[in-house]
């Protein structure tokens, strides 16, 4: 079965450090991976994507398939980055269904 | 303007009572979902419809049925709220082939 897991529950840092959010996925055929963004009081939103391989807000994810994962990352952490982000996978028989960790809260503190 | 909306926003209710969500979107997408938010914000998807065919169907109760009228709208219907079913439900939308989902704002549902 696809799973992702998201092993932090809780991601606080420092503005201006560095931030790294962990995702690993179990899925024997080739995933789609993505990351999504929930800021707080606004609706969930697609922040990238591993096909597209670009940079949004200065986070950039690569896709290590002998380690299966997608971590995100962005080299200097914003405050206006606080917010739950989701890793998502989906298979290509899924019909679109999204598969989520259970998401990563960032708490940027000045 | 909004691109998907649900309605209401939020939803107090008894247990026992049936309720309904609904869902709109004006992007012209062929696909929509339902997806529930536990209180762990755990996120995991219920229905989805296509052209107004059911795709996909979760393990979820049959007191939950999705109705796609349209294909710019995709509403929920719940029967014999149960406090489990406590969430936030969030409706999504998708061109099929581009895989980007666009969400609602979500509905808060609160069963006492």
């Known amino acids: 079965a696809q799973r992702v897991t998201q092993p932090e529950k809780l991601l606080s840092v420092f503005k201006g450090a560095p931030v790294e959010l962990k995702c690993n996925y179990s899925?024997?055929?080739?995933?789609?991976l993505f990351w999504y963004v929930q800021y707080s009081r606004q609706r969930l939103q697609l922040l990238l994507r591993h096909i597209s391989r670009e940079s949004i807000k200065g986070f950039t994810a690569d896709l290590n398939k002998g380690e299966t994962s997608f971590h995100l990352k962005k080299p200097f952490a914003q405050e206006e980055d606080s917010a739950m982000y989701y890793c998502?996978?989906?298979?290509?028989?899924?019909?679109?269904?999204?598969?989520f960790g259970a998401g990563t809260q960032v708490v940027v503190t000045p | 303007d909004t691109a998907v909306s649900q309605t209401p926003k939020y939803l107090v209710t008894q247990m026992g009572n049936d309720k309904s969500i609904k869902c709109e979107q004006n992007l012209g997408h062929d696909t929509m979902y339902w997806y529930k938010q536990d209180s762990k914000k755990f996120l995991k998807i219920m229905f989805s419809?296509?052209?107004?065919?059911?795709?996909i169907n979760e393990t979820v109760p049959n007191r939950f049925s999705p109705k796609s009228p349209d294909k710019a709208h995709l509403n929920l219907h719940i029967n014999s709220l149960e406090l489990g079913d406590s969430a936030v439900y969030f409706c999504?939308?998708?061109?099929?082939?581009?895989?980007?989902?666009?969400f609602g704002p979500g509905t808060r549902l609160t069963v006492l």
């Open positions: 999504a939308s998708a061109r099929l082939a581009s895989h980007e989902q666009f």
């Open positions: 419809y296509n052209n107004k065919e059911l795709i």
């Open positions: 899925y024997s055929g080739s995933p789609e």
């Open positions: 998502a996978l989906m298979t290509t028989d899924s019909w679109g269904k999204l598969q």
